[in-house]
């Protein structure tokens, strides 16, 4: 009997915390999901603690970001869906090519290695850490006025700051210099396989107005993965932000990925179930 998948797991990106998915958890909840939203191991404080303290963020790799929702997933009863923002679009990526969930949305989603596209947009988001070596080893905060550059370039500065004030938390920079530098290590964590055919369906959506993750990157990624014979698909939101998981009318982009996510779920696990019989 073909059962869709009754667990959504969503991971977060740099820059936030699971406080930024707190209007999906409701929504999918709401829905008679069970729904996770782990933080990134050493991050489950609020945004207040973490902005006081964030000397647990600067210990993180991606390569300990994933292995922590790698056991936590292995540990479900059956395949969630994986739905990820940003870097978490990025750690979604390489859950799939583990064999992991049984769909997977990428939202403004970071690329995996192997994507070369560098909008100027995306490396001044990350220039107040790339431009000095020494902060990999360091939590690197946004100001403001960077947050409403990179994060929500659709509001003014005071529409923006309470917005910064609830979400921002300092961000881990290991993590965006080894994103950065993902196509020049052989080693990368963030390597997966775009000839893989037994990949969960993946979907990337992307924000029309992206300073961080433009949605040129995400076709990019799309284009790659299409060297395979799982399905990967694309939607894009016109004058969404990199903020789009929280941005008025967030509901449009929840709902389509939902709808997707359980849509060709549902269809693979047929498409298996027959295969195997």
Do not use: C
Request: glycine share 8%; no cysteine.
């Amino acid at each position: 009997m073909t059962t869709t998948p009754d667990t959504i797991v969503l991971i977060h990106g740099l820059w936030m915390s699971p406080r930024s998915w707190e209007h999906w958890v409701d929504r999918y909840t709401s829905r008679g999901y069970r729904v996770l939203a782990p933080a990134w191991p050493g991050m489950e404080g609020e945004v207040e603690e973490l902005n006081a303290d964030p000397s647990p963020i600067a210990r993180l790799t991606i390569a300990k970001i994933v292995d922590h929702y790698d056991r936590i997933i292995r540990g479900l009863d059956r395949p969630p869906i994986i739905m990820g923002h940003s870097f978490g679009g990025g750690f979604t990526q390489v859950l799939l090519d583990r064999g992991l969930g049984a769909a997977g949305v990428g939202i403004a989603a970071a690329p995996a290695k192997g994507i070369f596209k560098l909008p100027l947009t995306t490396l001044r988001s990350g220039w107040s850490i790339l431009r000095n070596p020494a902060n990999r080893k360091k939590a690197v905060p946004f100001s403001a006025k960077q947050f409403n550059y990179a994060f929500t370039n659709n509001l003014t500065p005071e529409q923006s700051q309470p917005l910064y004030e609830r979400y921002a938390v300092p961000a881990a920079g290991h993590v965006l210099f080894e994103g950065a530098m993902a196509n020049l290590s052989r080693k990368s964590a963030l390597k997966v396989d775009y000839r893989k055919d037994d990949r969960a369906p993946l979907l990337f959506i992307a924000g029309g107005i992206d300073h961080v993750v433009p949605a040129a990157v995400n076709r990019a990624s799309v284009k790659k993965f299409t060297k395979s014979k799982a399905l990967v698909d694309y939607k894009e939101f016109p004058g969404r932000t990199h903020f789009t998981a929280g941005q008025d009318g967030w509901e449009e982009v929840a709902d389509y990925a939902l709808s997707w996510a359980t849509e060709n779920a549902t269809a693979k696990r047929v498409a298996d179930e027959m295969t195997n019989r």
